[in-house]
C-alpha cells in the first residue's frame, strides 16, 4: 500500500467550461477508517455530466461539493481496511466516492458489487451504476414507449442515449437519434440499429427532424435541453411523454436560458413531461440489472466504454464530456480488478 494518498479538491466553482484552476491534485495522508467504516482503493472512477452541477451551486438535487472538499464522483474500489462485518478486506464495492485514490467508506453510500460474473466488473460498474438503470426507468416507467411509437432521443452515442434507443428498439419502437458526430451517427445507425441518426451540428435539426417523424414523436427522451427539445416539442404527439433526463446544453451556461419557445405545445398536446435522478429507482435497481444483463447476453443491446488511465488525468478527462470528445461511458481507471 503507497503511504500518500492523491486527492483532488474543489478549489473554486466553475464559470461557464471546467478550468484548470476549479480542481488542484494534492498529495495527501491516508484516512484511517472509524469503527463502523472502512477504507477502500479505487480501481474506476466514473466521470459523469452531472460532475460539473456538482461543481457548481446551482440549485440541484443534492448539496454541491464545498470549497476545498474532495470532488465527489460515483466510484469502484477494492476494500483494504475494514471495520465493518459485512465489507471484508478484498471485497469489491461501488457507490458515491471521491475522487481520491483512498477513501472511506461506509455502508451508506457504498455497497459489495457482488459477484458480477460473467460480466466483468469494469463493465458491470460502467454499465449497471448508473447510466444503464437511468436509461432503463427514464424510458419504460416515464416514456411508456408502446409497438409503433416514435422515440427520439438526444446525445444519442452516449452512455445513456445509446442504451435508451436500443432499449425502444426491443419495444417495437421507431427510434430516431441525435449525436454530435458523422461518426457517432454511423454507429447508431449501422451498429445499434436506429432508424435514423441526425447530426444536429451540421444539420437543420427541425427539418431533418420533421423529415425523420413523419408521424410526429411519441416518446422525446431529453438528454440535452434548449435547441433540440424545442425541435421535438414542436412535433409531440397528443399525449407525447417527455422523460427529463438531462439538460447537458445548458450545464455551462453563463447567463440564465430561456425557456423553451414551444412550452405551449405541453398545453395543446397534453404532454406529461418529467423529471427524474436514476437514484429515485434505487430500489429497482436489480430489476434493471437483471433486465439489460439479459439483453447484453443476447445481443440486443451493445456498450461504449472510453476508459483513459491514472486519477492524475481525471480534470482533463472530464471536460471531453461537454464538448462531446468522448465517445461511450467516460470513465478513469486507477487499478483493474
Ligand atoms: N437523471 C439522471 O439520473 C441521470 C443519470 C445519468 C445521466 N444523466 C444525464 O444524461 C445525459 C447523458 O449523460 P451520459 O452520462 O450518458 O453522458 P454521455 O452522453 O456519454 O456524454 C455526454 C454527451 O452529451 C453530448 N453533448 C455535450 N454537449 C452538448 C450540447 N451542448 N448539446 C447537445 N449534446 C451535447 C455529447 O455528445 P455529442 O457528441 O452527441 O454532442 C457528449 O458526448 C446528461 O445530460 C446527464 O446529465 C442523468
Redesign the pocket.
Known sequence: MSEVNRIWRLRKRPVGDITDDVLSFEEESIPEPSEGAFLFRLNYLS????NR?WMSDMDQ?MPPVELDAPMRGVVCGTVVKSHHPDYAEGAIVSGLGVWADYQIGTPQIVSPMGDTRPVAVVDAFSTFT??G???YF?LLDIGEPKEGETVVV??????????VGQVAKIKGCRVVG????NE?CAWIQDDLGFDVAIN??TEDVPKTLTAACPDGIDVYF???????LDACLKLMNFKGRIP?????????ATEPVPGPYNYAMILMQRLRVE??????FAERYPEAIATLGQWMAEGKIKVRTEIVDGLENALQTVK???????????MIRVKDV
Request: glycine content about 16%; overall charge neutral.
Open positions: 466521470l459523469d455530466p452531472t452541477i438535487y448508473i447510466v438503470p437511468t436509461a427514464g438526444s446525445a444519442a452515442a452516449g452512455a445513456v442515449g445509446s442504451i441525435l449525436a454530435g458526430t457517432k444536429y451540428r431529453d438528454n440535452v435541453g434548449g435547441e433540440i427529463t433526463c438531462g439538460l447537458i446544453s445548458q450545464y455551462n423529471g427524474f435522478i436514476v437514484l429515485d471531453k464530456l461537454y464538448t462531446g470528445a468522448n465517445t461511450g461511458k467516460l
